[in-house]
């Protein structure tokens, strides 16, 4: 049986480990952990993206982004066997380029990297907006509300264009609160100050080699004149 709840240390040397702002990465190998993972393919199948939304936003703060140091965790599908890969670097542009390839052997399909975020401190937050220069395929964005490697996340999808720079917009209300693979109905709504976690994940069986070039994840708050 593997124990999930360890102090950071042992995480640390359970999950492949990424540091981003120049400083070397290792990447340690996980074992034992394929019911535990951070996203079945089943999480997400059936769940369409969520709906890019527009309008001002005056209040706003940085979650994520890449023009300093910020440790990464690499997440994919060989914690049950699978083959698919990934990485996260920062380029000198101050942007992180989260590619690799997904393989759908050994009943595998999704990659993901994530990062530790300290809540989502902005008064009525309406939800989050991703910088991104995607291939055209579908990624999900995930929060979790605990430092655990277990439990609850919830998790929203979206679309890139695969014709540049966009910036997309995603209600806290689009995302789904999930388990091990399974949509938890009783789970409460998303508590953005709560947030302790960020991950970035292509998954749905989506085969071959991917690239998603992110410049910043921003949660912000709608004023009220935008709103009339």
Same mark, same amino acid.
């Given at each position: 049986m593997v124990e999930l709840e360890r102090p950071d240390g042992r995480m640390r &040397?359970?999950?492949g480990r990424t540091r981003v702002g120049g400083l070397p990465k290792s990447v340690a190998p996980l074992a034992l952990l394929g019911c535990l993972l951070a996203g079945l393919p089943s999480a997400v199948q059936g769940q369409e993206s969520a709906e890019v939304a527009s309008g001002a936003a005056t209040d706003t703060i940085t979650l994520v982004d890449f023009r300093g140091d910020?440790?990464?965790y690499v997440v994919n599908d060989g914690v049950m066997g699978?083959?698919?890969r990934s990485s996260i670097e920062q380029t000198a542009e101050g942007t992180g380029v989260f590619a690799g390839r997904v393989s759908l052997e050994n009943n595998g399909g999704f990659a993901s990297v994530?990062? &530790?975020v300290e809540g989502i401190d902005v008064p009525a937050a309406d939800g989050v907006?991703?910088?991104v220069n995607g291939d055209g395929q579908q990624y999900q964005l995930r929060f979790r509300t605990d430092d655990r490697f277990d439990g609850v996340a919830y998790r929203a999808n979206f679309q890139t264009s695969g014709g540049g720079w966009e910036e997309l917009t995603v209600p806290f209300s689009a995302f789904v609160p999930s388990f091990r693979g399974r949509v938890v109905e009783d789970a409460e709504p998303l508590d953005p100050s709560a947030v302790r976690q960020l991950t970035l994940m292509i998954a749905d069986k989506q085969e071959g080699d991917f690239r998603l070039e992110v410049e910043w994840v921003k949660a912000?708050?709608?004023s009220a004149e935008s709103e009339e």
């Open positions: &040397r359970l999950l910020r440790e990464w699978g083959r698919s994530r990062t &530790r907006t991703i910088r912000f708050a709608k």
